[in-house]
Each structure stands twice: as C-alpha cells, then as structure tokens.
C-alpha cells in the first residue's frame, strides 16, 4: 500500500531541486500534479517498497513551495484512494464493493473539480498570449487553486482514513468504523461520514429486510451479523434442516449473533430481537411446516429499510417481533399440543397419576421380580396397554398415549426387572426444540429415582397388607412369634411412613411447585420460544437438584455436606432387605401353626392369600431360624433408624432451604437423634443380608 508523505517531508522532498520556476509556469502543471501525474519539476516515483515519492527538479520560493505541497498531497491521496477504488480480482463483500462505489463518485466529483481548475488555467494562458491583463480578482493563482481544492482535499484525507483503518474487514465491521468516524465535532466531517454511511449501508439492510420479512440469510460474503453456524452441508446450503438435524439443531445450532459485526446505533436489545426475528421466521417454515405465515408476514410488514431513520426501524422490527414470538408460540401450545406433553411427562414419567401408577405396579410387580434377561418387552408394553385401560389414562388424547412406551434398559448380569425397567415418553420434531436429550436423560434420572421409591411403597405396602390379613386367621395362634411381629409392623409401619413423607415431598413441594413456576412462564405475555425453554430447562433441573436431595452440586470440599443421594439409596435396600426378612418370619410362623394344626388333630385348613398360593409348602423349621431372623430384624432396624439420622443430619447441612426443611418433615417430633459431625457411616451393603437372600429353614 502506498505511503503519504507528511507536509513537512513533501517541502524537504522539494527543495532538493536546483533550478527556480516561477508560478506562472508551475501553474500549467497543477491540474497534473492533483492526479499524481509527474509534470513539469514534479515528478513522482514509486520505490520497491511502494512508498510515493516527491522529487522537484527546480527550486522554487518557500510560499509557492508550501502552496505546492498541498497541491501534491492532493495527488498522492487520489492515487492512493482510487488504488483502492479499482475492482480486485479476489470476490469482495457487497459492503466493500459500496464503499468503493461511493468513493469512485467521490473522486469523479474531484476529477471534475481538476478539470475546471485546469479550464481556469488554460483560459488564462489564452488571456495572456492575447497581451491582456485580466482583473486581479479573476486571475488563477497557486494560492487560488488550494483554496479551491481545500474541501476536496479534506475529503480525500478522510477517504485516506477509512482505507487505512478498514484494512481487510467486511460488511458490518467496515460500517461500525465509518460510523466512530462520523462520531465527530466537525459538521464537515460528520456530514461526509453520514453520507458515506447512507450508501454502503443499502446491502445491509437488504440482507436485513431479508432476514426479519422472510427468515432468510442471504448473505454470501458472510458481512451480516448473523451467519450459519456449523450443521450439516445441506443445511448449510440451502437454509433447510436435514431429515438428520434435530429441532434443537434447527433452532439454537443453525444461526449465530457475530457482536462485532452488529452496527453500533443497533442496541444489544435490538440486534437480540432481529436474530430471533429471522430465526423464529425460519423456523416457522422449514421446521413446523408453516409458510404461509411468512409469506403473508412478508406482504403486511415489508417496508424498505434506510440509514438514518432509525425510530421507523425500531417500530418495524418490534412489531415483526411481537407477531412471529407469538406466533411460534402459538403453534407450539395449540398445534403441537406442547401444555398436553407437559402434563403427561408430569403424570407419567414423573409418576404423578397415581391408579395408573397403582395399576401398573400390580400388572408388573411380579414378572419385575425376575432376572431382566428373562423378561420381554412386548409383555411390558402389553402392561402398559393394561394399565392405560384400566385407569385414567385411557382418556387420555391419541396425541399424548402414542408417544408413551415401556422398555428396558441395559443393566449388569443379575440385575431384576425393577432395576431396569422405565417408561419413556418419545417426542419428534418440532416440540423435541423443548424436549432435548439432555432433558430426556433428565426425566430419565428422576424416573428412575421415583420408580424406586414406588417399588418400596408397593413392597411394603402389599407385604403390610398380607400380614394384617394373616394376623385374623393365622398369626395370632402363634405364640411365640406375636412379640416378633408387634416390632416388625412398627418398624415396618416406621418405613412406610418415610416413604410417604419423601413422596409428599418431590410430587408437591418440588415437582408442584416448579410445574406452578412452569405454568407461570409459559402464560406471561412475553414468552417467546427460548422463554419456553429455558423455563422447562430449568423446571428440570429444580426437579433433580431437590428430588435428588442436591446430589447433583454437592460441595466436596464441605465435610457437613453428605451425599444424600446415596444415604436414601441405602435406606431404600434396608427396607427392602427388612420386608425379605419378614417374609422369612412369615414362613416360619405358617410352618409353625402347620405343626399346631397338626398336633391339635384339626381339620381346619388355613386358606392363604393369593400370594401364598404360588408358594411351595416350607419346611418345617427349627428354633434356630426363628433366632437367625429376630437377629437380622433386629439389625436391618438398627441400620434403618442409623442410616435416617446420618440422612437427616445431611439433609440439615445442606445450603437449600427446601431440603432443609425436609429434614425437619421427615423428624417434625424428633424421634430420631441427629448426629453432629464426623459420624460414623451406615453399614455397607456387604455387611447386610441381601434384599433377595432367603433364610434356609429345616424340618
């Protein structure tokens, strides 16, 4: 790029002539010289560096010397800008291409200054070949054409400023320097810049008008500040998501906001509504299939765009705003059932419809019993269908039982049914924009959480139930197990309690209140689709981190801060293992009112429940079961009652307020002694009798 002398070097520059010439000689030179053109004692050179040079050939006074350099300035700043001016052979931006328009007018208009300059000059020749002296007032002089070129001059400077300061930036960064540029005191100097800006503008807010009436980038020199992110080629390509682009993709990975790029009169605000403007446009055609909305969008609210009248702007693109948020916003609720999926993830996956939840426990619980390599999904999704049509669910809309499926996960060798077994609720394209993978392996975590807690209700409650009705026709002849069983119901009624204290807690005062939370985000008028989910997103994750007990951020630098998380894990196997061992009891007292039957000589025959009947008539034990099973009852309560108050002094410790306040539920009459600090952890589970152990009894 060229190098411009300073005034002062140009002088030094031209005082390295010999000879003197006066002005009037130097005059038929001039109009040259403001082209760059070596004339006369001026001659101009380039050296290899491609740094203008100056020489003069012939001395001249210091005045005229002075009144020439500004004349040469004007020449190496011509040729300089129109250097920059001239079409390139690399593929410019239409930004770019602007400017040099505006600039190749720009010297045009000076080009046509130098050619009257040079019409005054030679006119006066003219004048004086003929012997007659012209009025002073009208006679060219040196002095005359600087002054006559002055705004030219300042023009060219300012034109010498933008090319050095663009250097190889595009589109809005070229628009932003121009526009710190008009940021200026001179009235000259900002009117020049506006004027600048009024015309290489245009490409942008075509690209603009583009992308807020129609949802379309086109923009091939990447110069606006929104531009397609990485996706795949086709996508990229033609504007439309492939059939293997998820709606998350189309939606927060198709298009990005370049900050730099962004003209500086556009607030961070504004600039945020234009990008979901035409991303919301966009994804109203190609994603939820409705162009006709942005056809009749584009014929009611096109109107061309400008610099300068930004108020008319601002009003153009709230209202494009205001009418496809709602837009997107409505067909997601109405179209595609979006409030309907959230209700039947909450009912279903988060187990809060309660006689279907009942019912396919019933249907499930004994083939869950199994080892999960013998189960099969077609008779859980034959469950399923079983409890869909014998509860509440079956009212449920085709639209919302379609996507809810049973399956199995994939689990260790010797895992059970219960430890594998989920409901999922699958959802396509567009609504999956809300319901991500993340979310799903979310919901996912929780069910599994929830599942489990419901299997030991339902292992409790069903072994509570068994027993109180063998407690009329069969316990109470039993002696010498009554006092066994008054402890065993209390423990167990003890764990029961518990678990419908924990249940309470996560379906009302965690999942309740954030579905309130929920409700309340998706109702408010200015809820746009990134509103919906962010809203859901963090309705998720209030769900895991309070359902999970904070497992999820837990401080490991806080020594007072357990895992909570795995303490109710741990709690959950001892009652599991405490309901085995009572059925152990169980059997043994059936076999000892067998042998009191026996001995009485009674044709009576006890007549057991239904659970029973499937049970292979038990040996007839020995007194050492009985003292094998009292040990291990004893301990599982022991461990029980320890490993809730290492839960609750963790739950006491822990920084949210609502956990905290589950400790205090779940001890409101301080039946458990809550330990301090540096307690001594529950038993491992190797130390424990497993939940699937059975107790060998003898004849």
């Known amino acids: 790029m060229s190098k411009i002398l300073t005034k002062a070097a140009l002088i030094r520059s031209l005082r390295s002539g010999t000879e ?5 000689t130097l005059l038929r030179d001039v109009p040259y010289i403001l082209q760059a053109i070596s004339a006369g004692p001026v001659s101009f050179s380039s050296t290899p560096a491609q740094a203008q040079t100056v020489v003069l050939t012939q001395s001249l ?9 500004v004349v040469v300035e004007a020449g190496l700043l011509y040729k300089k800008v129109s250097t920059f001016a001239s079409p ?4 410019e931006g239409l930004v770019r291409q602007s400017l040099k328009a505006n600039f190749t007018e720009e010297l045009t208009g000076y080009l046509n200054k130098v050619s009257v300059i ?6 006066q020749a003219h004048i004086d070949q003929e012997s007659v002296k012209p009025e002073d007032a009208y006679r060219v002089t040196l002095k005359r054409v600087v002054l006559w070129i002055n705004d030219d001059l300042l023009r060219l400077r300012l034109m010498n400023t ?4 663009i250097g190889l930036n595009e589109g809005g960064a070229i628009i932003n320097i121009i526009h710190d540029l008009s940021a200026h005191g001179d009235p000259f100097i900002q009117g020049f810049c506006q004027k600048t800006l009024q015309g290489i503008s245009v490409p942008f807010y075509e690209m603009l008008a583009r992308w807020i009436y129609e949802g379309e980038l086109v923009d091939p020199h990447y110069e606006f500040f929104v531009r397609p992110a990485t996706m795949s080629t086709s996508s990229t390509k033609t504007g439309r998501p492939s059939s293997s682009d998820t709606s998350e993709d189309a939606w927060k990975s198709k298009y990005i906001s370049v900050k730099v790029m962004i003209p500086r009169w556009l607030s961070d605000e504004l600039a945020q509504k234009i990008f979901l403007i035409g991303k919301s446009l966009n994804f109203i055609r190609y994603t939820c299939g409705d162009a006709n909305f942005v056809t009749n969008h584009h014929k009611e609210t096109a109107r061309v765009l400008s610099y300068g009248d930004t108020s008319a702007m601002e009003r153009s693109i709230d ?3 205001s009418v496809t948020s709602q837009h997107l916003k409505s067909l997601m609720l109405d179209k595609f059932h979006l409030m309907d999926h959230l209700k039947a993830l909450k009912k279903y996956i988060l187990l809060n419809a309660g006689d279907f939840v009942s019912v396919l426990m019933e249907r499930l619980g004994e083939s869950l019993e199994h080892p999960a390599s013998t189960l099969h999904r077609h008779n859980l999704t034959s469950s399923l269908g079983d409890a869909i049509q014998t ?3 079956q009212f449920e809309p085709d639209h919302v039982l379609r996507h809810l499926d049973a399956r199995m996960l994939e689990g260790s060798r010797g895992t059970v049914g219960w430890e594998v077994f989920t409901l999922e609720y699958r959802l396509e394209k567009p609504v999956d924009v809300i319901f991500t993978d993340y979310n799903a392996r979310q919901y996912l975590k929780i069910f599994n959480f929830l599942w489990r807690l419901k299997r030991v209700e339902f292992a409790l409650s069903s072994s509570w139930r068994r027993h109180m009705t063998s407690e009329r026709g069969m316990l109470n002849q039993v002696a010498s197990v009554a006092a066994d069983w008054k402890v065993a119901r209390g423990v167990s009624d003890e764990m029961i309690h518990f678990v419908l204290q924990l249940q309470y807690y996560i379906l009302y005062e965690v999942i309740e209140d954030s579905w309130i939370s929920l409700q309340t985000e998706i109702a408010s008028p200015n809820c746009d689709l990134d509103t919906i989910i962010n809203a859901h997103s963090q309705y998720v994750k209030a769900i895991v981190d309070k359902a999970l007990l904070g497992s999820q951020k837990r401080d490991a630098k806080d020594e007072r801060e357990e895992d909570c998380l795995s303490l109710l894990h741990e709690i959950l196997k001892i009652m599991l ?3 085995d061992q009572m059925g152990q009891l169980y059997l043994y007292s059936l076999s000892e009112f067998t042998k009191v039957q026996a001995s009485s000589g009674s044709r009576h025959r006890y007549d057991t429940t239904r659970d029973d009947s499937s049970v292979a008539a038990p040996p007839l034990p020995t007194d050492d079961n009985l003292i094998h099973i009292r040990d291990r009852l004893q301990r599982l309560a022991k461990e029980f009652k320890d490993a809730v108050s290492y839960l609750l002094a963790a739950l006491s410790y822990q920084k949210s307020e609502t956990m905290r306040f589950l400790a205090i539920r779940l001890n409101y009459n301080q039946f458990y002694a809550i330990p301090r600090l540096h307690r001594q952890k529950p038993s491992k589970e190797k130390d424990r009798v497993p939940s699937s152990a059975a107790v060998p009894v003898a004849s």
């Open 88 to 91: 390139e052979h690399r593929s």
């Open 61 to 69: 006074t210091p005045p005229v010397l002075h009144l020439l350099s």
């Open 319 to 321: 209202e494009a705003y």
């Open 577 to 579: 293992a405490y309901k």
């Open 118 to 123: 040079e019409g005054e000059i030679r006119r």
């Open 162 to 165: 933008i090319v050095n300061q």
């Open 391 to 393: 509860s509440n669910a």
């Open 20 to 24: 003197e010439i006066d002005e009037e």
